[in-house]
């Protein structure tokens, strides 16, 4: 079974800069996950998506981020316009609701450097 | 509102002694607890779940963990370390967000070092 996959892995852009990373979550899975991770720190989840709809958007900084998942399968994570405070590694996650306690599965994430 | 802390930002060991990663969780119910292990440029791996059955819980590669409720801990072990161990591993308590899907809270995660 393939994993979830994501794309770019790496990303080097300048502070104003707009950048968008993809996820392809694991086939089958409704609910995909946005997540940032800063140096040091655990992930933070930004958004969560079941199917193609918004679960919860409530840490997401909507002024300068956006996040669609039109068919309800893969997602793209846009910035514009980016800042330093921006770099990370976004990662991206999926789950399925065969069980009640449903594993989050993550992707290898992609690391922004904002310069 | 549910959080978990790592007491230790880094844990230094030496290959063939144990290994102990300490949290505790924060729940306004019986929560479900997980650990993850991140290896560098690698996604991250679940290791065990508690989802209220044994408090005992066993994972991948010979890790394990005990939930105590009187303790609100759920601290990782492992009785011999390898080299491989060497990672960053996360403390993770979940919530229900919406109809069964769920929310993780991730710790501030704890990085192993594993000495030859």
């Not at chain 2, 790592?6 to 929560?31: A, F, I, K, M, W």
């Not at chain 2, 303790?71 to 996360?90: C, G, R």
Request: aromatic share 10%; proline share 5%; glycine share 6%.
């Amino acid at each position: 079974e393939a994993g979830v996959a994501q794309s770019p892995r790496y990303k080097i852009i300048e502070k104003r800069q707009s950048v968008a990373f993809w996820c392809n979550p694991i086939s089958g899975h409704a609910t995909l996950y946005w997540y940032q991770q800063i140096l040091g720190q655990g992930p933070k989840l930004l958004i969560q998506f079941q199917n193609n709809g918004v679960v919860d958007d409530s840490q997401l900084p909507k002024d300068r981020f956006s996040a669609e998942r039109l068919k309800g399968v893969d997602s793209t994570l846009k910035i514009q316009p980016a800042k330093l405070e921006d770099s990370a590694v976004y990662l991206c996650a999926s789950s399925s609701e065969g069980t009640k306690y449903n594993e989050q599965f993550f992707g290898p994430g992609t690391r922004l450097t904002v310069l | 509102a549910q959080s978990v802390t790592q007491l230790d930002s880094h844990v230094s060991v030496s290959e063939g002694t144990p290994v102990l990663l300490r949290c505790n969780y924060s729940s306004s119910y019986s929560p479900s607890l997980f650990w993850y292990v991140q290896h560098p440029n690698k996604g991250l791996q679940l290791l065990l779940k508690y989802t209220s059955a044994a408090t005992l819980v066993k994972g991948i590669n010979g890790f394990e963990a005990e939930f105590k409720k009187s303790e609100t801990s759920f601290h990782l072990t492992k009785p011999s370390a390898h080299m491989s161990d060497a990672a960053e591993y996360f403390c993770v308590v979940s919530s229900i967000s919406s109809g069964s899907a769920r929310q993780l809270t991730f710790g501030s995660g704890t990085q192993l070092t594993v000495l030859p």
